[in-house]
């Protein structure tokens, strides 16, 4: 029993560094390694990717942005994966972004709201409960609804992130899923919530920003201010393996637009 | 054929002794690495600061089902005691069948009345921004385990032998003071037990009270949104990351509600035992 197994082994090393082989040529493996958030856009590029070179492997970790740069820059990985800008120090040591898609955090308010115009920073005191009342907001004189997510929720650090409240908010309630938010703030005229632009229906109103709605035009201009990068990051000076360059490449391309829409992102060229 | 019939037996033990096996597992990491009293009696939790003490959600578990049972006991306890004593038969076939009928409703749909009846009812009295509380889990508690206290109790109360009650009246008691007086401690283990069946029921439910209590880990309070121990698990499950603390920790919260239940169970069957012997 012992023998097969280890035969067995020994075929699978001995395959497996031909395949390594072959990989230089037009196969191979790329390692991509950072942001949680970006789970559904990679799942839906390597998806595409597998499609079109099936002879690469896409391996995603999802253990946060900061540590994706520092793996690039180490190089323990061969594509960092970042979901907000790269910081001057991180450039100093050679970081280069690549963004791949936008991502746009609508704030959703009930239909019968009459406050649809927001500052981001009554927003920062909406949701650390400094205002608490509509009235204070020229609405109606009733106490504000707070929805948001669970702790663990992409959409949740990415709103608490750009609107500079991590950790600060004051939830009335939490819900599990983006739908549930939508679905709860449509039925509550108190309520306001937080949403992925692309999950945003017409149950439901999206505030304007400083007087910018949020759309796909508004958050590809930069006007809309809610909305964080998605970056593929590189080392300056490192060559890329062929298979790391034709993912990137694959991953800035026009074609990858419908699979980034799809998985509710905005293409951003 | 004895053999099959053991088998299956051992297939009920067999989970049990897993289940049992792999929370211990997967719960202790958390705990040893947060430490057994910061985990149980920290009073935040927020897996985004790596902040994970249970207190607020352990809390909100018991006064949730404290709460239940001061509500459920009564309303069940005196249905009981009129189904088994007081009801004219016709009143009795119609309610019998409507509380087993209340029995089978899934959990769900008490949540989706909860939510959608409960809950904006409550954000208008009580005139709060959101109306989801510890108040509505409570009441919605208190409904889902009154078929188990009801029909528990009715079968210890009718189990009370005749010549007790017609012993009593025969004393010059009225009906009232026999039900209450004679018949109802007669039955007491019985109603006992009832009563801890629903602590055991209330304790565990997650689907229902999720969708009506908030789901924010605050301190309870009645008209604050509030997280349960099961509702816990079940909302930041989805997005927690494979293997990271916050998951380890999910798991520990269901070691703890785990001890919680095996507590209750064992009460139960000291009850039950104290009623064989009695």
Same mark, same amino acid.
């Given at each position: 029993?012992?023998? +097969?197994?280890?035969?067995?082994?020994?075929?699978?090393?001995?395959?497996?560094?031909?395949?390594?082989?072959?990989?230089?040529?037009?196969?191979?493996?790329?390692?991509?390694?950072?942001?949680?958030?970006?789970?559904?856009?990679?799942?839906?590029?390597?998806?595409?990717?597998?499609?079109?070179?099936?002879?690469?492997?896409?391996?995603?970790?999802?253990?946060?942005?900061?540590?994706?740069?520092?793996?690039?820059?180490?190089?323990?990985?061969?594509?960092?994966?970042?979901?907000?800008?790269?910081?001057?120090?991180?450039?100093?040591?050679?970081?280069?972004?690549?963004?791949? !898609?936008?991502?746009?955090?609508?704030? +959703?308010?009930?239909?019968?709201?009459?406050?649809?115009?927001?500052?981001?920073?009554?927003?920062?005191?909406?949701?650390?409960?400094?205002?608490?009342?509509?009235?204070?907001?020229?609405? !109606?004189?009733?106490?504000?609804? +707070?929805?948001?997510?669970?702790?663990?929720?992409?959409?949740?650090?990415?709103?608490?992130?750009?609107?500079?409240?991590?950790?600060?908010?004051?939830?009335?309630?939490?819900?599990?899923?983006?739908?549930?938010?939508?679905?709860?703030?449509?039925?509550?005229?108190?309520?306001?919530?937080?949403?992925?632009?692309?999950?945003?229906?017409?149950?439901? $109103? $999206?505030?304007?920003?400083?007087?910018?709605?949020?759309?796909?035009?508004?958050?590809?201009?930069?006007?809309?201010?809610?909305?964080?990068?998605?970056?593929?990051?590189?080392?300056?000076?490192?060559?890329?393996?062929?298979?790391?360059?034709?993912?990137?490449?694959?991953?800035?391309?026009?074609? $990858? !637009?419908?699979?980034?829409?799809? $998985?509710?992102?905005?293409?951003?060229? | 054929?004895?053999?099959?019939?053991?088998?299956?037996?051992?297939?009920?033990?067999?989970?049990?002794?897993?289940?049992?096996?792999?929370?211990?597992? @997967?719960?202790?990491?958390?705990?040893?690495?947060?430490?057994?009293?910061?985990?149980?009696?920290? %009073?935040?939790?927020?897996?985004?600061?790596?902040?994970?003490?249970?207190?607020?959600?352990?809390?909100? /578990?018991?006064?949730?089902?404290?709460?239940?049972?001061?509500?459920?006991?009564?309303?069940?306890?005196?249905?009981?005691?009129?189904?088994?004593?007081?009801?004219? %038969?016709?009143?009795?076939?119609?309610?019998?069948?409507?509380?087993?009928?209340?029995?089978?409703?899934?959990?769900?749909?008490?949540?989706?009345?909860?939510?959608?009846?409960?809950?904006?009812?409550?954000?208008?009295?009580?005139?709060?921004?959101?109306?989801?509380?510890?108040?509505?889990?409570?009441?919605?508690?208190?409904?889902?385990?009154?078929?188990?206290?009801?029909?528990? /109790?009715?079968?210890?109360?009718?189990?009370?032998?005749?010549?007790?009650?017609?012993?009593?009246?025969?004393?010059?008691?009225?009906?009232?003071?026999?039900?209450?007086?004679?018949?109802?401690?007669?039955? %007491?283990?019985?109603?006992?037990?009832?009563?801890?069946?629903?602590?055991?029921?209330?304790?565990?439910?997650?689907?229902?009270?999720?969708?009506?209590?908030?789901?924010?880990?605050?301190?309870?309070?009645?008209?604050? /949104?509030?997280?349960?121990?099961?509702?816990?698990? @079940?909302?930041?499950?989805?997005? @927690?990351?494979?293997? @990271?603390?916050?998951?380890?920790?999910?798991? /520990?919260?269901?070691?703890?509600?785990?001890?919680?239940?095996?507590?209750?169970?064992?009460?139960?069957?000291?009850?039950?035992?104290?009623?064989?012997?009695?």
């Amino acid at each position: 029993m012992k023998k +097969v197994v280890s035969l067995a082994l020994i075929a699978a090393l001995g395959f497996s560094v031909l395949a390594g082989c072959s990989g230089n040529q037009k196969g191979g493996t790329v390692n991509t390694d950072g942001s949680t958030s970006m789970a559904d856009v990679m799942g839906a590029l390597t998806e595409a990717f597998k499609e079109k070179e099936p002879d690469i492997t896409v391996n995603y970790s999802g253990t946060g942005s900061g540590s994706g740069i520092s793996g690039v820059l180490d190089g323990t990985c061969d594509i960092g994966l970042s979901s907000r800008e790269l910081k001057p120090e991180e450039m100093e040591q050679g970081a280069v972004a690549h963004v791949v !898609a936008l991502d746009g955090v609508a704030v +959703v308010v009930n239909p019968q709201n009459a406050v649809t115009d927001l500052t981001a920073e009554q927003i920062a005191d909406i949701f650390t409960g400094k205002i608490s009342n509509w009235s204070e907001l020229g609405g !109606a004189d009733a106490p504000i609804a +707070v929805y948001g997510r669970e702790d663990g929720s992409g959409t949740r650090s990415a709103f608490e992130e750009i609107v500079g409240v991590e950790g600060a908010c004051v939830y009335t309630n939490e819900y599990g899923s983006t739908g549930d938010v939508i679905g709860n703030v449509a039925s509550n005229e108190n309520a306001i919530g937080y949403a992925s632009l692309s999950a945003v229906d017409s149950s439901v $109103a $999206a505030a304007k920003i400083n007087g910018v709605a949020p759309s796909e035009a508004t958050v590809k201009d930069g006007s809309y201010t809610i909305q964080r990068p998605f970056v593929m990051v590189t080392k300056e000076g490192v060559e890329l393996s062929a298979a790391a360059q034709a993912f990137l490449d694959f991953a800035s391309s026009e074609e $990858a !637009a419908e699979y980034i829409t799809a $998985a509710g992102a905005v293409y951003p060229n | 054929m004895q053999i099959l019939f053991t088998l299956c037996g051992l297939i009920a033990v067999g989970f049990v002794l897993l289940i049992t096996i792999y929370l211990v597992i @997967s719960g202790i990491p958390a705990i040893r690495k947060v430490g057994l009293a910061n985990f149980l009696f920290g %009073k935040t939790w927020a897996a985004g600061q790596d902040q994970y003490g249970i207190l607020p959600l352990i809390l909100t /578990s018991i006064y949730g089902t404290a709460g239940a049972i001061a509500i459920g006991v009564p309303i069940g306890f005196f249905t009981a005691v009129f189904l088994a004593k007081a009801a004219p %038969k016709k009143v009795a076939d119609i309610l019998r069948p409507t509380v087993s009928l209340l029995a089978g409703i899934p959990s769900v749909v008490y949540g989706l009345v909860g939510m959608c009846v409960l809950v904006p009812a409550l954000r208008n009295w009580l005139d709060l921004p959101a109306g989801d509380s510890l108040l509505a889990a409570i009441l919605v508690l208190a409904v889902m385990i009154l078929p188990s206290i009801i029909s528990l /109790s009715e079968t210890a109360l009718e189990a009370v032998p005749k010549e007790y009650e017609e012993a009593s009246l025969a004393l010059g008691a009225t009906k009232l003071e026999t039900y209450f007086r004679v018949s109802a401690p007669a039955a %007491k283990s019985g109603i006992a037990a009832a009563v801890v069946l629903g602590i055991g029921r209330a304790i565990g439910e997650a689907m229902a009270i999720m969708m009506v209590a908030g789901n924010v880990a605050n301190m309870p309070a009645l008209t604050r /949104s509030v997280r349960f121990l099961t509702t816990g698990i @079940s909302i930041e499950l989805n997005y @927690s990351q494979d293997g @990271s603390l916050q998951r380890q920790a999910l798991f /520990s919260i269901g070691l703890v509600l785990f001890l919680f239940i095996m507590l209750i169970n064992a009460f139960l069957n000291l009850v039950l035992k104290r009623e064989k012997e009695a």
